[in-house]
């Protein structure tokens, strides 16, 4: 099972607001890997919108990503290019 | 009677019976269940959410159809809570270790979250801990096999009075009975206004005990316009409005939508454009006739957030409303809020007067940082469309020059950048300062055009805030002393070959636009539902005669006498049109 971590500057312009936040767990959902999100040493579930919007992540923020399964390249990538993108 | 003044948040007016949209608890009783009812508990959360899955699931279609794809997105974070898995596991934790019942273990919580929420500080996630409250409710009537009021069978018109409404409150309420928004909380950005104009009914917001003042079956009269409610008011004052309703019902069918060019009988064309905030109000200006945009406010972009909007997320609004409008042209003017309402702002000093204080211009010049990435998006825009820009509240030239040389730093760079945009962008100043007024002979020769903001020129010039209400009677914009700055700046204006236009509250007032036609004035920007009747007005009118009435009027003393004299000379011009043009 392989496992990537990077931190990632979120350059959405909501930071993870609720429609951001959203679109982030249905991609996340689509991956069997376990996704994590990691801020301030506090980490929650990449798949749970309610545990994303507790992070309060606003744009410019760091964050660190980390995925961990058997689909845990694609869900990286994935992630990242969403999580980096610089709009919605 | 009871008088409640709020934010005039969609305009219009309506008389009718409110119905209160109580905040039904969220907590719940502590029940201890044995070791048996564990799986039953979990069994009744699973029913629950997946009844309230479906009930959203049909709301969500329902406003699709209804409001369009936008405002159903909404629901797409609503749906998430509902299969959030840390959530859904704190539930079925607490329920077999605590040994609780499902209520309990629920309302608990989502009260956790819901704190959390609110204590990161953040406007945005505020907001919308109300839809998280509103799914909330709706798992928690499931538990209680409890109906929620039914909107849906809601037979009779209402006033619709709550704390707060929800996306998927408002998606729910049945279009046709609703008269009216009156709510505690909100602003001029929020979803209850953004829902009460696209749907074209009165709302007032920020009335802040609007529930606790409001009965359900309380006689409402709703102004929009003003942001006031009346809450069971006398006869007297539901007669007078009874007729104001009964004549823009009247207005609204016999005035015909023009969407050819407005021109007097004797072939003067004038431009009558809208003002515009929020981008669904683009629709309006079109549908009702607009020709352009007169005056596009941006506040919006950037109030209640945490951060500064970023040049590319402005671009995009900005380019968005010079597409929608081509080929007409869209002014768009540069922030004009004081510099506390940036909450990036953290010590800004609570001003005394904040009107003569530390904002518009004043506060952009001081930040280049945030003025510069304005007026790069703005520049950017000018690319897609017919843009221009304009300075909001310039005392003098100096301001302007200074305004002036920040845009020119941003033409250079963007150049230097290899960024298209229109190099020949018009810079328009905003007249709403006596002394900008005054010189304008010094603003007209550095400025490709002027817009008079007379809301505020009248505050200034005569001294008085409006929103007090102890010296708002001396609010008048026919006053000799604002009629003679408004002439001034027209003539200056056009002694310097520069077009001349209005943006304030006087040009979607007939008897008002009718004597700053005869002043010469070029341009008249209003909200979009004003432009029909104001067209109708141009339409059926000679300039000469404006020009004539003008020049008398002018000499009068007083604004009575000027309101009085303006009204019988355009009764006897407009003749049975008089009644169905103005709005008495």
Redesign the interface.
């Known amino acids: 099972m392989e496992r990537i971590e990077e931190e990632i500057v979120v350059s959405s ?3 993870l ?3 951001p ?2 679109l982030l ?2 991609i996340a959902s689509k991956f069997d890997s376990k996704i994590m999100l990691e801020k301030d040493g506090e980490a ?2 990449g ?5 994303i ?2 992070l ?1 992540v ?3 923020m760091s964050l660190k990503l980390i995925v961990e399964g058997v689909d845990a390249q694609e869900a990286f990538s994935e992630l990242k290019e969403f999580l980096g993108r ?2 919605e | 009677m009871n008088r409640l003044k709020g934010i005039a948040a969609s305009g219009g007016v309506n008389i009718g019976k409110a119905l209160l949209l109580g905040k039904e608890e969220l907590s719940a009783p502590k029940i201890k269940i044995s070791h048996e009812d564990i799986s039953r508990e979990i069994y009744r959360l699973e029913e629950a959410l997946i009844e309230t899955r479906k009930e959203i699931s049909t709301l969500q279609k329902k406003i699709l159809h209804d409001l369009g794809f936008d405002h159903a ?2 629901f ?2 609503h749906l ?2 509902l299969e ?4 859904i596991e704190d539930i079925i934790q607490q329920i077999k270790n605590k040994k609780v019942n499902v209520e309990y273990a629920f309302s608990q919580s989502i009260k956790k ?1 819901i704190d ?2 609110l204590k ?1 500080q ?1 406007e ?2 505020r907001e ?1 801990v109300i ?2 409250e509103d799914v909330s409710r709706r798992v928690m009537r499931k538990f209680l096999k409890k109906e929620g009021t039914n909107l849906q069978e809601l037979n009779e018109k209402v006033i619709i009075v709550a704390h707060d409404l929800a996306p998927s409150q408002t998606a729910s309420l049945p279009k046709e009975n609703i008269l009216g928004f009156v709510t505690d909380v909100g602003g001029r950005t929020s979803h209850t206004t953004i829902i009460a104009r696209s749907l074209g009914i009165p709302a007032v917001v920020g009335l802040e005990s609007a529930t606790r003042n409001i009965k359900t079956g309380d006689k409402l009269i709703i102004d929009g316009s003003e942001g006031v409610v009346f809450v069971n008011p006398p006869e007297k004052l539901i007669k007078e409005y009874h007729k104001k309703l009964s004549k823009i019902t009247k207005d609204i069918k016999t005035i015909h939508i023009s969407k050819v060019k407005a021109a007097t009988k004797d072939k003067r064309e004038v431009v009558v454009s809208a003002n515009v905030e929020l981008p669904e109000e683009l629709s309006l200006a079109h549908e009702y006739g607009a020709e352009g945009v007169g005056l596009y406010r941006t506040e919006y972009i950037f109030l209640g ?3 500064l ?2 040049e ?2 402005q671009y ?1 609004a900005y380019s968005n409303v010079a597409k929608k409008m081509k080929p007409y042209s869209v002014i768009i003017r540069t922030i004009d809020i004081g510099g506390d309402k940036f909450l990036s702002q953290p010590q800004v000093p609570i001003e005394m007067s904040p009107f003569l204080g530390w904002r518009a211009i004043r506060f952009c010049l001081a930040r280049p940082d945030v003025f510069k990435a304005q007026l790069r998006a703005i520049l950017r825009a000018s690319a897609e469309g017919n843009v221009k820009v304009m300075f909001p509240m310039i005392s003098g030239v100096e301001e302007l020059r200074e305004a002036k040389k920040m845009l020119e730093e941003c033409k250079k760079e963007l150049k230097h950048e290899g960024v298209v945009f229109d190099e020949k962008i018009s810079v328009g100043t905003m007249i709403e300062i006596p002394s900008a007024a005054l010189t304008a002979d010094a603003l007209a020769k550095e400025s490709d055009f002027f817009s008079i903001g007379t809301n505020d020129l009248i505050q200034y010039s005569l001294a008085v805030d409006r929103a007090n209400e102890k010296v708002a009677y001396l609010y008048e914009p026919g006053h000799p002393a604002v009629l003679r700055l408004i002439k001034n700046v027209v003539e200056v204006a056009h002694q310097n070959n520069i077009w001349v236009g209005m943006c304030g509250e006087m040009a979607g007032e007939p008897l008002f636009a009718f004597l700053t036609l005869g002043f010469q004035l070029d341009e008249f920007s209003m909200p979009p539902p004003r432009v029909p009747r104001i067209k109708e007005l141009i339409k059926n009118v000679n300039f000469q005669d404006a020009k004539t009435i003008a020049e008398h009027a002018i000499k009068l003393s007083t604004a009575k006498e000027v309101e009085k004299y303006l009204q019988d000379e355009l009764k006897k011009i407009l003749q049975d049109n008089f009644d169905k043009i103005l709005l008495v």
């Open positions: 312009p909501h930071g607001h609720a429609r936040a959203a767990v249905q929650v579930d798949k749970s919108i309610i545990a919007l507790s309060g606003n744009k410019g610089s709009s | 997105k909404v797409e974070a998430l809570v959030d898995r840390v959530l979250y959390t929420l990161l953040d945005y996630l919308r839809d998280i957030r945490s951060d909007p970023s590319d997320e995009k």
